[in-house]
């Protein structure tokens, strides 16, 4: 993808032929169709936490949501855990996948952490586990499976968790600029110290709010991260092996359009 959007040529030389060495692609394919085909081989043969991750965005979020009205982000850091994909659109979810090349080790831990901070969260796994994560998690968490067909089935809806949330930890997940604008729309006013005394200062105005008030004011602002409109587009052009993997990468508006223009030509050999 990188290389896509910088048009490296040379780089994508050297991808593109040991793409074709694999044997799975037919003379003359295309960027978007040796996606697809590097896709299906994964399908068949190596369940990984992409094809899960992938699969959620679409069937999850994409059909529901318009990506102009929520804020999607892989990998979002809360306490000691990177939540898989974090979604906020009016409230927060998180999706924490699981698949068969996993163990359930850290799981707990991670939702130790996801309990301080999403009002929704779910676990997305595959048959095998079910049983198991049932017996690890509050009956408040969700259960998606991915099932034989790529499809996800839902096994338990998630509850709100909002009384659970610790309004230090939604502080922490917030950029200087978001929560010193928290303060300042609430307070009417930001703390006159010196930058290295702000954050403790904003801190202790910030737990003064409810946990309802300071969970919605944390969702608003993580939603100012909003994708640009290039950046939309680029998702929604872009064939299904790819669709989350342009989630991880904010390029932009010119790099979006070199990424759309490679799609449909042949691999450099």
Do not use: W
């Not at 679409?58 to 009205?69: A, G, K, M, R, V």
């Not at 799981?107 to 997305?124: C, G, H, P, R, T």
Request: proline share 2%; glycine share 2%.
């Amino acid at each position: 993808m990188d290389s896509l959007a910088e048009n490296n040529s040379e780089k994508l030389k050297s991808i593109s032929e040991d793409i074709i060495k694999s044997g799975l692609l037919p003379s003359g394919s295309t960027y978007s169709q040796a996606a697809e085909i590097c896709y299906s081989y994964l399908k068949k043969n190596y369940k990984n936490e992409y094809l899960y991750r992938n699969t959620i965005f679409q069937e999850l979020i994409t059909q529901n949501h318009s990506l102009y009205e929520c804020i999607t982000i892989p990998e979002f850091r809360v306490g000691q855990s990177k939540a898989d994909l974090a979604v906020f659109n009016g409230t927060s979810t998180v999706y924490e996948i699981k698949t068969e090349l996993d163990t359930l080790n850290r799981l707990k831990s991670q939702l130790e952490d996801y309990y301080n901070f999403f009002d929704l969260i779910y676990v997305v796994t595959y048959s095998g586990f079910v049983d198991l994560v049932k017996q690890l998690t509050k009956k408040t968490v969700g259960i998606y499976v991915l099932d034989e067909k790529d499809n996800l089935s839902l096994i338990r809806k998630a509850t709100s968790n909002k009384k659970n949330i610790d309004k230090r930890v939604l502080m922490a997940s917030l950029r200087k600029k978001e929560y010193t604008e928290i303060i300042l729309n609430e307070f009417g006013g930001i703390p006159n110290v010196p930058n290295t005394k702000i954050y403790k200062e904003c801190e202790s105005l910030f737990m003064s709010l409810s946990k309802e008030k300071a969970h919605n004011y944390m969702v608003r602002a993580l939603f100012s991260r909003k994708l640009l409109a290039s950046q939309i587009e680029l998702i929604e052009m872009m064939p299904f092996s790819l669709k989350s993997l342009s989630l991880t990468k904010r390029y932009s508006t010119i790099q979006c359009n070199n990424i759309l223009q490679f799609l449909s030509k042949p691999l450099i050999v």
